[in-house]
């Protein structure tokens, strides 16, 4: 596997880490990199994303609490952008801009009308504002 700005580091500053303030477990999982001041060369769309299969029979949201925070360096025009993402594809997303930080409590994606067995993931991308 070629490392990446979003691989570069798995298992010290990026991936699954484990957290003194994760909630209601001991690991939170890390999309960019848990250590500021790390610059990178991205382009808009560049992206990093964890899924995995779910049985979505009887569920009605997808739920997550995220955390985004985002350098003052990146430049204008351009955000991060958390997204929950089903078979590919967004369903729910919030964005932060430069300089920021920002916590979800609850992010949440209407699954009600999918039922079986569908890829379920988290995205973070850096998008124009």
Partial sequence: MA??????????TQGRLAADDAPDGN???VLGDNQSGRIHDLNPGDHAE???LADLT????VRATL???VP???PAGLAWEAAIVVDGNV???ASTTPGRERTLTDLAANVSKLSGMHAIGFRL???TA
């Fill in 50 to 52: 964890v899924t995995q």
């Fill in 72 to 74: 003052t360096g990146i």
């Fill in 3 to 12: 490392l990446d700005a979003f691989s570069a580091r798995l298992g010290t």
């Fill in 58 to 61: 009887g569920v009605d949201f």
């Fill in 125 to 127: 991308s850096l998008v």
């Fill in 67 to 69: 955390k985004l925070r």
């Fill in 91 to 93: 369903v729910a997303a």
């Fill in 27 to 29: 690991f939170v999982f």
